[in-house]
């Protein structure tokens, strides 16, 4: 009977853990799935969506942040990717999704290092929509809005000892109709702040 009762609950326990691993797995956007059309509002206030801004071939969306050190670092990179790709029909589109982090100080900061539009998440809807959980953390679509590539933007926080560009090497594929070799990485730097919930 002891036996028994040992294999019954050490079942409910691998069931309970399984149940709990698919729930996370389902968490966010998969590659090959198409994102849903979005409005947030931009940093003038004004209502922009996804389809208003992105290019004829597609998007890169990019979860930034005013404080975090990483983007910081990042900046410099993520305009060059911006401008790289702009010629290439591909918009790079900012979203704020931290709620310590004011619409002036986004404004301030959007104004002051970027030359593409900056969107603000309030109460981190679409963060938790798609599954983004850090800044920087790339969604790069195409232009039928197909989710191609999620995660890191390189391997490089400071921008020194790049070995792998995996952004670039997702659009370039993408680009020459190739497979894209890693569609998903681990994207590091700053928690979201997110929004308390009632």
Known sequence: MKKLSFLTAAFFAIVAFISFNNVS??????????????????TGGSEKSLN?????NGAILVFLSVQC???KGYDARIVKLAEDYAAKGINVIGI???ATETADKVKAHAAENYKFPVLI??????ADKLGANVTPEIFYVNEKNVLIYHGAIDNSRNGENITDNFLRDAVESNSSGKAVAKATTKAFGCTIKRAEKN
Do not use: H, I, Q
Not at 26 to 41: I, P
Not at 121 to 126: C, R, T, Y
């Open 25 to 42: 797995a389902k968490d966010g956007l998969a590659v090959g799935a198409t994102m849903e059309n979005f409005k947030l509002a931009d």
């Open 121 to 126: 998440d309030k109460g981190n809807a679409l």
């Open 69 to 71: 050190p990483v983007v």
């Open 52 to 56: 208003d801004l992105k290019g004829k």
């Open 96 to 98: 704020n999704s931290n």
